[in-house]
């Protein structure tokens, strides 16, 4: 319910089409939403009935400052007026899928528990790029994974090469073998 939700304001940012706008909603959608991941608390405050509505939107605007568009303003006032600012999180990984696809260039992950050469990523970046016809980015992660995992998650490509995957592998086919 929450992502169809998600789903019609998007579309309603994408239905400006202007792009510089649209560019200014992602930059300060993608800012909030890391802050929400970054610390709980923004979450549970959001959540409280405690505070009123009008303050957790003064709250959020106070955040993102008074150097936005007019329109970014309003829109965070609107998810206020709605009690729906927890969408922030949805509303920018459909804007910032929509415009990945769009340019067609997408970031994805690089999970390892060592270290990789610049080199080796932009080889990863070059190959993936190659097989899909997609500019592709790569940020690394750091991770208990014995192996590497790279993922792009939008055009849902997923590579797993590590000592659990290949030990789950042999048992699978010592089951299918019996």
């Known amino acids: ?8 304001y998007a579309k309603a940012i994408f239905e400006t089409k202007n792009s510089a706008l649209i560019s200014e909603f992602a930059e300060v959608l993608n800012n909030l939403s890391s802050a929400f991941e970054k610390s709980k608390s923004i979450c549970s405050t ?13 709250s959020i605007l106070d955040a993102i400052g008074d150097k936005v568009d007019a329109k970014v303003i309003n829109f965070i006032k609107l998810l206020g007026e709605n009690k729906r ?14 415009l990945q ?3 067609n ?32 980015s790569l940020k690394e992660i750091k991770s208990d994974i014995e192996g590497i995992k790279v993922s792009v ?7 797993n090469f590590s000592k659990q995957r290949v030990k789950d ?3 699978d086919f010592i089951n299918r073998a019996f």
């Open 46 to 58: 959001l959540s409280s009935p405690l505070l009123s509505d009008d303050n957790k939107t003064k």
């Open 101 to 103: 696809k769009e340019t």
């Open 169 to 171: 592998q042999l048992i």
């Open 153 to 159: 998650d939008d055009l849902g490509i997923e590579v």
């Open 85 to 98: 600012l927890s969408l922030i999180p949805s509303i920018s990984k459909i804007i910032n899928a929509k």
């Open 105 to 136: 260039s997408y970031q994805g992950v690089i999970c390892s528990n060592k270290q990789l050469e610049k080199s080796e990523i932009s080889q990863l970046e070059s190959t993936l790029s190659r097989h899909t016809g997609s500019a592709i």
């Open 1 to 8: 319910m929450e992502a169809l939700i998600a789903q019609k």
